[in-house]
Nanobody
Framework: QVQLVESGGGLVQPGGSLRLSCAAS????????MNWHRQAPGKKRELVAA????????IYADSVKGRFTVSRDNADNTLYLQMNNLKPDDTAVYFC?????????WGQGTQVTVSS
């Protein structure tokens, strides 16, 4: 079956860094555009970053531009999100999302908490 498993979350101080990973199985990973979303308590889930199937183009939410970098390794079926200069407002559960037309899958999420 399809599995998207996020890892790398945790507690970090403001200004710190984390690298999230999303390991995919059960899909042909290179066929799927991949997204990172996040959801903070009491807020709607929002798109953080998206990357094309080949990994040659990406987009970011304005709130994370210049601080976050999305990448993927199609040979290893893994999506990454490098997060630098983290802020308390980045505190949320981060989800990876695989999309191929009407076909899409979500991971269960990993908690990121930015606090001193």
């Amino acid at each position: 079956q399809v599995q998207l498993v996020e890892s790398g979350g945790g507690l970090v101080q403001p200004g710190g860094s984390l690298r999230l990973s999303c390991a995919a199985s059960g899909i042909t990973f290179s066929r799927y555009a991949m997204n990172w979303h996040r959801q903070a308590p009491g807020k709607k889930r929002e798109l953080v970053a998206a990357i094309t199937r080949a990994g040659d183009s990406s987009i970011y939410a304005d709130s994370v531009k210049g601080r976050f970098t999305v990448s993927r390794d199609n040979a290893d079926n893994t999506l990454y999100l490098q997060m630098n200069n983290l802020k308390p407002d980045d505190t949320a559960v981060y989800f990876c999302h695989a999309v191929d037309g009407q076909d899409n899958y979500w991971g269960q999420g990993t908690q990121v908490t930015v606090s001193s």
